[in-house]
């Protein structure tokens, strides 16, 4: 038995993968395993079926891994065994994604985030083509911009990414030529525009043309953590005052909705956002790059190092407390007209999505991960936010915005007269004796481990804090039952 998910994340992904080529029955195994790396087990049946469990599997021999292949046959059994008894769902059977967002139409709400993933034209094209429902184009402005050379830094294999990037080095007349470019050849596609000024006669003229090139709607990137001029990206977004100044100057420009970007790189992310709100802002996007250090001489810049934002895999906690911290802020919440949040920040597959939906997003901006595994990550998010849908019998995504808001509550109001036990499940255990080493060092000494290497749960000294259910490499600890706390 392997798990399932661990043996897809070996797969390199290939561009026209060797294994497809080597199917004797055109299955697409490479597909099979996307859908596992991404969270969509349910659907990796689809091309890991039957015949590839009993086939002789060519596509392992034709595996160009480094070390050795994917073993597809052995994922194609499991798969078939797990997710055979559930129901395959065809297209027409699975719900739609089509939500409204600051009153725009969106056939789903995953869009390219604005970066270095939507440059240029024949970029957002064909990202569109694969079938993401808009995009952020990366920021426009009016000053002259030169990027550093390398610009790219990444972490413990790409959980966490930095990034040097500052907004287009294209012109704004070559900016919103592509912008109304695609608006013509994509008219049901969203065409966001990021701007970024210096004045408030700039903001507003960036606006204006922005509106006149057909953009749907405009985001003020009011966070941008590494402008090498002053007064401009996250320099204003830690100025409520400043973003009461832009967002009013734009709004009275345009009539087109308007998304105010906030940094996260300040105490209180409500303070500019109440600022945005009250000068009349659509909605918020949530959150821009991390300011961040990394020490890689790889990525220094002809012997020197910066600060710079960093995003990825990593950052999701926190872009999620940031926007919880907005959707239940109480002014915000008793707004007269309804704000509508954007979600930024380390989402990967549709159960990342799904979260940012759930605490009150309806629509989210994907960065990092495009830019590590490409726009046909949409294949996946899409069918797998719509199986979702279809099993839990969710007909409308705009049922579930917000839904998981409820969940929260302050820290002083959490329930301390109960506790959970973990549960051991010997099967399973392989003896390493970790869950001991952690409880001994940084728990409560609330395992025994033996000569039989399976450990014992000292009930008496238990506080139920579960480091040792994380801690477990076979996931062989669970959870018992709730029940009250005794007194010993």
Known sequence: ?????????????????????????????????????????????????????????????????????????????????????????????LPSLEIDFCGVHCENPFFLAS??????????????????????????????????????????????????EQISENTPEQNFAILKRLKQNYPTKVIVASIMGQTEEEWMELAKQAEEAGADIIELNFSCPQMRLANMGSDVGQNPELVAF??????????????????????????????????????????????????????????????????????????????????????LQKAQHRMEYSGIGGIETWRDALDYIQLGCSNVQICTAVMQFGYRLIEDL?????????????????????????????????????MVFPKFEHDKCNGCGRCYIACQDAGHQAIEFGADRQPKLIGTKCVGCHLCRLICPENAITQALRIPKKEY
Not at 8 to 35: F, T, Y
């Open 115 to 164: 970066s270095a993933v939507c440059t240029n034209y024949d970029m957002v094209a064909r990202a569109f083509d694969w079938g993401w429902g808009g995009v952020v184009f990366k920021t426009i402005g009016t000053q002259p911009m030169k990027e550093v050379s390398p610009r790219f830094d990444e972490t413990d294999r790409w959980n966490g990414f930095r990034n040097m």
């Open 246 to 331: 832009y967002t009013g100057y734009v709004k009275h420009a345009v009539k087109i909705p308007v998304l105010a970007k906030m940094t996260p790189n300040i105490t209180h992310i409500s303070e500019p956002a109440l600022a945005a709100y009250f000068s009349n802002a659509d909605g918020i996007a949530a959150i821009n790059t991390i300011k961040s250090v990394t020490m890689s001489r790889h990525a220094m810049v002809n012997g020197k190092r910066t600060i710079s934002g960093y995003s990825g895999r990593a950052v999701k906690p926190i872009a999620l407390r940031h926007i919880l911290e907005l959707v239940t802020n109480p002014m």
């Open 382 to 418: 899409v069918l797998g936010m719509r199986t979702y849908m279809a099993q839990n019998n969710i007909q409308h995504l705009r049922d579930i915005v917000g839904s998981e808001i409820k969940t929260f509550a302050r820290p002083s109001d959490l329930d301390r007269s109960t």
């Open 1 to 93: 038995m392997i798990d399932t998910k661990t043996e897809a994340k070996r797969c390199l992904l290939c561009v026209q993968a060797p294994c497809n080529s080597a199917c004797p029955q055109d299955l697409h195994p490479a597909r099979g395993l996307r859908a596992l790396r991404f969270d969509d087990a349910e659907n990796a049946g689809r091309w890991l079926t039957d015949a590839c469990a009993n086939c002789d599997a060519p596509c392992e021999k034709a595996c160009i891994h480094t070390d050795f292949p994917i073993r597809i046959k052995e994922l194609a059994k499991q798969v078939q065994a797990e997710f055979a008894a559930q129901p395959v769902y065809d297209d027409k059977q």
